[in-house]
């Protein structure tokens, strides 16, 4: 059993689209962290917010942390081919780190 | 060196074979963590270090499955009579602390045939 469910799985969009990927939660996370991961490589960590209802951007991706700190969004906008990888959001509660299901995300040129 | 380092990165062994697995974390990084990551799938939590101590191995699938970090640095992972399950992309990873933000290594991706 997954404490991090993420959803979709899998995406597919066009390049030039706009897509949100979420990461939900029963638990409380005192902190939640965005990775991405492209083939043959380790995760590589995008963000981490604090604070329920934190807001960070990184240019073209927005990162929402829930009220409750219990979930996460990723918002990217006008998706690019080099976004292509895995998102994975990860969350500590109870000083142990828990990684999400993952969202694999394909930009198509 | 500047980031996590694992060896080999690709390890093909026959079922029943042993295989050991290396990772050298960021220098100065207290924690270090084992994860087995399917294709697609996030990583899966097998093992925590703490320096040279061993303080969570919960996610060990079997007792086929070994880690170590004699010196709190350079950890091992270390698998017996190899299963085909067992073939999936190990990554480690280290950190300052176990709830700051890892970096990782780019794994080792094991076959078992």
């Known amino acids: 059993t997954q404490l991090l469910e993420q959803s979709p799985q899998f995406l597919s969009i066009q390049e030039g689209e706009n897509l949100t990927v979420y990461c939900n939660s029963s638990s409380v996370f005192s902190s939640l962290q965005w990775y991405r991961q492209e083939p043959g490589e380790g995760p590589v960590l995008l963000v981490t917010v604090v604070t329920g209802g934190e807001v960070k951007k990184l240019k073209r991706l927005t990162f929402q942390f829930g009220d409750a700190r219990k979930d996460s969004s990723l918002h990217i906008t006008a998706a690019q081919p080099g976004d292509t990888g895995l998102y994975l959001c990860?969350?500590?509660?109870?000083?142990?780190?828990?990684f999400g299901t993952g969202t694999s995300l394909t930009v198509i040129p | 060196g500047a980031g996590v380092s694992q060896s080999p990165r690709y390890k093909v062994a026959k079922r029943g074979q042993d295989v050991a697995l290396r990772c050298d974390p960021i220098s100065g990084h207290v924690s270090l963590f084992w994860y087995q990551q399917a294709l697609g799938q996030g990583p899966e939590f097998l093992t925590y270090?703490?320096?040279?101590?061993?303080?969570?191995k919960s996610g060990l699938p079997s007792d086929r499955f070994f880690a170590e970090r004699p010196e709190g640095s350079v950890s091992t992972l270390k698998i017996q009579r190899t299963q085909q399950e067992d073939s999936a992309v190990y990554l480690c990873a280290s950190s300052l602390a176990r709830e700051q933000p890892q970096h990782f290594g780019d794994g080792t991706r094991l076959s078992i045939l």
């Open positions: 270090f703490q320096n040279e101590a061993q303080l969570d």
């Open positions: 990860a969350g500590v509660a109870g000083n142990q780190f828990y």
